[in-house]
Nanobody, 127 residues
């Protein structure tokens, strides 16, 4: 199986930035399809970003232009760069992955597209 661990959560200020990472372990072969999700208090799980095997990225409207999926060069670890933070970004953030090829796109903002999940990391944005 694949284990995913999110890191980098914590407190940020409105207008500031945070970077989350998604470290993987176990049998990570052919797990190039990944997604980022968040669950705000009292709200449903929301898919906010995905990246396909071909590096195609997709973003939800709520984070478009502010959040960016990247790869840490030094560690080859997927990251979510969050800029221009807003209080409504406060949520538990999750990364997710599947094996096999995927093209990316809007479908991969759906939670049911993924098999492997991290436990989440809390992001709190203050005003």
């Amino acid at each position: 199986q694949v284990q995913l661990v999110e890191a980098g959560g914590g407190s940020g200020q409105s207008g500031g930035s945070l970077t989350l990472s998604c470290a993987s372990s176990g049998d990570t072969r052919n797990t190039s399809c990944m997604g980022w999700f968040r669950e705000a208090p009292g709200k449903e799980l929301e898919g906010i970003a995905s990246i396909g095997s071909n590096r195609r990225t997709t973003y939800a409207d709520s984070v478009q232009g502010r959040f960016t999926v990247n790869q840490d060069v030094a560690t080859n670890t997927p990251t979510l760069q969050m800029n221009t933070l807003k209080p409504e970004d406060t949520a538990v953030y999750y990364c997710a992955a599947i094996r096999g090829f995927c093209e990316g796109g809007d479908y991969y903002l759906n939670a049911d597209a993924y098999l492997y999940w991290g436990q989440g990391t809390q992001v709190t944005v203050s005003s």
